[in-house]
């Protein structure tokens, strides 16, 4: 598949039923020739307006890590796990994430990314290993196949509880330093 025949399969798809009411498919945003990828849960209500994955608060938060650690927001890859926003950012179902998993795999063969961030312990659990525990975890760089792969807290905690913002900074340190090693 190219990138035009994935995104209008994500557009046709009718795996789950958050098709009927989203406002917008988030299908992902940034560069298609990123080293680095970042994967969220699923689009909050400003993602589904605009159909651009993290611009809302905890959007704004990444950037601001992005930009601590010297890197572009255009020249990473950003998506979900979840390409269409849950009904009142209830937490997607398990059986979505099933329908939707097959849409971000397209999107990692066509990129090849050399790291994957799972942000937060949904996109975790699913990309690295079900029983993922973010506190202890987070910041751990495990390389499967042909790239590395780590989490790091959901911007969204951090909003909720200052405290982690120390441990997200040296997470994010810690990727810049990863990638610009493989250079
Ligand atoms: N939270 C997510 O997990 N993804 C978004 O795109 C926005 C907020």
Known sequence: M?????ENACQQCRGCELWKTRTNLVFGCGSREAELMFVGEGPG??????????????????DQYLAAVGIERED???????????P???????????????????QVK???????????RIAAARLIHP???????????????????????????????ASKKEDMLRDMKKIKAYLDGLN
Request: glycine share 10%; with cysteine; aromatic share 6%.
């Open 110 to 120: 066509l990129i090849r990314p050399k790291m994957i961030v799972c942000l937060g």
């Open 76 to 86: 990473v890859y950003i998506a979900n796990i979840l390409k269409c926003r849950p």
């Open 131 to 161: 029983d993922y525990k973010i506190t202890r975890e987070h910041g751990q760089i495990v390389v499967k196949g042909s790239f590395a792969m780590t989490a790091v807290y959901h911007p969204a905690a951090l909003l909720r509880d």
């Open 45 to 62: 209500e400003r993602e589904d307006a605009t159909g651009i994955p993290f611009v809302g608060a905890a959007g704004m938060l990444l």
């Open 88 to 106: 009142n950012n209830r937490d997607p179902l398990p059986e979505e994430g099933d329908a939707c998993i097959g849409h971000l795999r397209g």
């Open 2 to 6: 190219n990138w035009n025949e994935l």
